[in-house]
């Protein structure tokens, strides 16, 4: 059995289509296709339903597709080991879910370029569905995420638990709110948060549902730093990581609310493909520049606490 045939279908199976295949191999459409035609005839089967978009595999194809993973992943091994010395090569494609924070993604670039200079960066800053979706689809092979405490990534894919985001509720500084805040009290004023479903808008929305309290949504909009230049402007509350805060340009211009029956909290996964061969390396260095990220989220937390009950008692004496 040829590798290189097994290679193209996995290709094909991985992005949907023989032409995504081919960019990915670096091979022209019909010489992938003739590759799977040839797999095709040496296994007797049909391995893709050809007349689904994006293409899929038909039974017989999906058995030979979670055969041909790990027997590839050994080849890239062996590759890895004796060309490579061990190191990770080729292509590595990540995600950091938008939700830490718009710099979030600099530490897992730094430590990657400067461990594996040879790697092949492909990094994406999206929502946690739309990474989940990416890593399904085999498109990536590994991304931090986040979800509401007490949920999972599926157990298809490999996981590593790496802690807790928490959040804080922010305001402009220019308007006026007392002290012993409750949603309740919040429950008057509009919200900015994430155009797509996230775990902090959900987080949001069940906190004001359990109390039977109206949510209001001024602005769906992506990106922590606009989120906060529009609450900075007073046009609504918005919650974001405590090293966010602490980083903004606007954050003179804001204060941070004690709410004392909401904290927002969210759980941050580490997944990855089963199959992730000899990018074990990367993923392992992707998890560690994901933990020092947090433990500088952690410390920003801190930080922005003692911050606000300075403020507090400053304004009650």
Same mark, same amino acid.
């Given at each position: 059995?040829?590798?290189?045939? $097994?290679?193209?279908?996995?290709?094909?199976?991985?992005?949907?289509? %023989?032409?995504?295949?081919?960019?990915?191999?670096?091979? !022209?459409?019909?010489? %992938?296709?003739?590759?799977?035609?040839?797999?095709?005839?040496?296994?007797?089967?049909?391995?893709?339903?050809?007349? &689904? /978009?994006?293409?899929?595999? !038909?039974?017989?194809?999906?058995?030979?597709?979670?055969?041909?993973?790990?027997?590839?992943?050994?080849?890239?091994?062996?590759?890895?080991?004796?060309?490579?010395?061990?190191?990770?090569?080729?292509?590595?494609?990540? *995600?950091?879910?938008?939700?830490?924070?718009? $710099?979030?993604?600099?530490?897992?670039?730094?430590?990657?370029?400067?461990?594996?200079? +040879?790697?092949?960066?492909?990094?994406?800053?999206?929502?946690?569905? !739309?990474?989940? +979706? /990416?890593?399904?689809?085999?498109?990536?092979?590994?991304?931090?995420?986040? #979800?509401?405490?007490?949920?999972?990534?599926?157990?298809?894919?490999?996981?590593?638990?790496?802690?807790?985001?928490?959040?804080?509720?922010?305001?402009?500084?220019?308007?006026?709110?007392?002290?012993?805040?409750? $949603?309740?009290?919040?429950?008057?004023?509009?919200?900015?948060?994430?155009?797509?479903?996230?775990? @902090?808008?959900?987080?949001? +929305?069940?906190?004001?549902?359990?109390?039977?309290?109206?949510?209001?949504?001024?602005?769906?909009?992506?990106?922590?730093? #606009?989120?906060?230049? &529009?609450?900075?402007?007073?046009?609504?509350? @918005?919650?974001?990581?405590?090293?966010?805060?602490?980083?903004?340009?606007?954050?003179?211009?804001?204060? %941070?609310? /004690?709410?004392?029956?909401?904290?927002?909290?969210?759980?941050?996964?580490?997944?990855?493909?089963?199959?992730? *061969?000899?990018? +074990?390396?990367?993923?392992?260095? $992707?998890?560690?520049?994901?933990?020092?990220?947090?433990?500088? &989220?952690?410390?920003?937390?801190?930080? !922005?606490?003692?911050?606000?009950?300075?403020?507090?008692?400053? &304004?009650?004496?």
């Amino acid at each position: 059995m040829n590798l290189f045939d $097994l290679e193209s279908f996995v290709a094909v199976v991985d992005s949907g289509s %023989v032409m995504a295949a081919a960019l990915r191999l670096h091979l !022209t459409q019909s010489a %992938v296709t003739r590759r799977v035609q040839s797999l095709e005839e040496e296994l007797g089967v049909s391995l893709l339903n050809r007349q &689904m /978009r994006p293409l899929l595999p !038909t039974r017989a194809g999906q058995s030979a597709y979670d055969l041909a993973k790990p027997v590839l992943a050994t080849v890239n091994n062996l590759k890895s080991m004796v060309v490579h010395d061990g190191k990770p090569s080729g292509e590595f494609r990540f *995600g950091v879910v938008r939700g830490l924070g718009d $710099l979030a993604l600099l530490d897992p670039v730094r430590c990657l370029r400067k461990k594996f200079p +040879e790697l092949q960066l492909h990094a994406y800053v999206q929502g946690t569905r !739309t990474l989940l +979706e /990416r890593l399904q689809n085999k498109t990536i092979d590994a991304a931090v995420l986040l #979800f509401s405490q007490g949920a999972e990534p599926p157990t298809s894919l490999g996981t590593v638990y790496l802690g807790k985001q928490s959040g804080i509720v922010v305001a402009a500084k220019s308007l006026s709110y007392s002290d012993g805040l409750r $949603l309740q009290d919040l429950s008057c004023h509009s919200w900015i948060v994430n155009a797509e479903d996230c775990a @902090t808008r959900r987080s949001l +929305e069940d906190a004001f549902g359990r109390q039977g309290l109206a949510f209001r949504i001024a602005i769906e909009a992506d990106g922590k730093d #606009f989120q906060l230049s &529009m609450a900075a402007r007073g046009l609504g509350l @918005t919650v974001v990581p405590s090293q966010v805060y602490q980083t903004s340009l606007f954050r003179d211009q804001l204060q %941070v609310l /004690r709410v004392s029956d909401f904290s927002p909290a969210q759980d941050v996964w580490l997944a990855y493909s089963k199959y992730i *061969g000899h990018q +074990e390396k990367a993923v392992e260095c $992707l998890r560690y520049a994901a933990l020092q990220y947090l433990e500088g &989220m952690e410390s920003a937390c801190l930080l !922005t606490n003692n911050q606000a009950a300075f403020a507090s008692s400053e &304004m009650a004496g």
